[in-house]
């Protein structure tokens, strides 16, 4: 069975600080990654991915995700919050050979001006 | 930019009533989806729908829910005898690739059941 855990509830960062949102994740085989992002009232939006390769990858407005095989997380990343950055983020594992996406429990991040 | 598109935005039924919730998925993309999210909490997987067929659900699919892709477009979501828990936002999701791909979600059908 696969599984996705983000431990935060909730984050908190001031504009200009680097934000960390964290990611494990529980699959057989080598797993297929993913974060959206879902602001209020709208749909969830595709922020990036890591399917193979280079561990670090890079995604929409400036984040990127680390991918870390041994630790089995996948962890959230930007050098420089945003006010704008607020927003609810999903972490997302889908197992080699199925068709379901699992989704996180989602963390809540607040950028403060 | 092409999107997915889903109606109603918010349908309000009576318990024991049926329901369809319709979405239009990225006319190009092969596979298809329903979540749903209770108060803009977790996002629970219910139905992929692959080769017009049903290809995984989950345990929360049961027979009160159907899925069905009655043309070219539309891809329905039918929930039968409504109950007060099935209260949720329903999104329709679709992916141009089966394993790597990324889902596109649409807006979501709020779902109120009194």
């Known amino acids: 069975a696969q599984s996705v855990a983000q431990p935060e509830d909730q984050v908190n960062v001031a504009e200009g600080n680097p934000l960390t949102v964290k990611c494990t994740y529980s699959v057989s085989g080598n797993p297929y990654l993913f974060w959206y992002v879902q602001y209020p009232n709208r749909g969830l939006q595709f922020l990036l991915k890591y399917i193979t390769g280079d561990n670090l990858v890079k995604g929409s407005y400036g984040f990127e995700a680390e991918f870390n095989k041994s630790q089995t997380s996948f962890h959230l990343k930007k050098p420089s919050a945003l006010v704008s950055d607020s927003a609810l983020y999903f972490c997302?594992?889908?197992?080699?050979?199925?068709?379901?996406?699992?989704f996180g429990a989602g963390t809540r991040l607040f950028v403060k001006a | 930019e092409p999107e997915v598109t889903q109606t109603p935005s918010h349908q309000v039924t009576q318990m024991g009533q049926e329901v369809i919730l319709r979405c239009v998925p990225i006319s190009n993309h092969l596979y298809f989806y329903w979540y749903r999210q209770i108060l803009g909490q977790k996002v629970e997987f219910l139905v992929s729908?692959?080769?017009?067929?049903?290809?995984?659900k989950s345990e929360i699919f049961d027979d009160q829910f159907s899925v069905e892709r009655p043309d070219g477009s539309n891809f329905t979501l039918k929930i039968r005898s409504t109950k007060l828990e099935d209260s949720a936002m329903y999104f329709c999701?679709?992916?141009?690739?089966?394993?790597?791909?990324?889902?596109?979600f649409g807006e979501g059908s709020r779902l109120t059941v009194l």
């Open positions: 997302a594992v889908r197992g080699l050979g199925g068709f379901k996406t699992i």
């Open positions: 729908f692959y080769n017009n067929e049903i290809s995984e």
């Open positions: 999701a679709s992916s141009e690739r089966g394993q790597g791909g990324e889902l596109f």
